[in-house]
């Protein structure tokens, strides 16, 4: 027998885009736009900074975000549906971007890190440098690609630091 619970509406809804706020952090539907990315920039900072951690850590996971969705958008086209999740959990900030494209799995270009000519082609070496040890899981409904940003508890303002 199904138990009634009361529905709470989420902090924001609109055409494409569905924010649920958690204890830890959030959980974001929407369809990809520059509008929808410039929202979830703003709301990763507030997130993290609003969690006591500091705005080295929260720049980090803005960008790392900012490159999972992008590469999202690369891999499913403009308007791509996309989850995104962030969790902040003392000693780490979680970042997870589900997609709906299973064959379209993160892989490195020729661009050097140091390459000064490119405009494109650092996405993964960021991870790696920020995230060490993201992973990217298979889903039945697209893949989801996780990373954590380590940081060293009870200082909110250092960088990440390695695992």
Known sequence: MPVDRPVTPPQHAACGYYLISQEDGFVLHMSCSHERLSALRSLVIKTVTGAGVGDTVADCAELVTSELVGNAVRACGPWAPVVVR???????????VHDPDRAALPARGATAPDDATSESGRGLWILDSLAPGWTVR???LGKRIACR????AGHPGVRPVAP
Do not use: F, I, K, N
């Open 86 to 96: 962030l969790a902040v959990d003392g000693g780490a900030v979680l970042v997870e």
């Open 138 to 140: 298979l889903t039945s």
């Open 149 to 152: 940003l380590p940081y060293a």
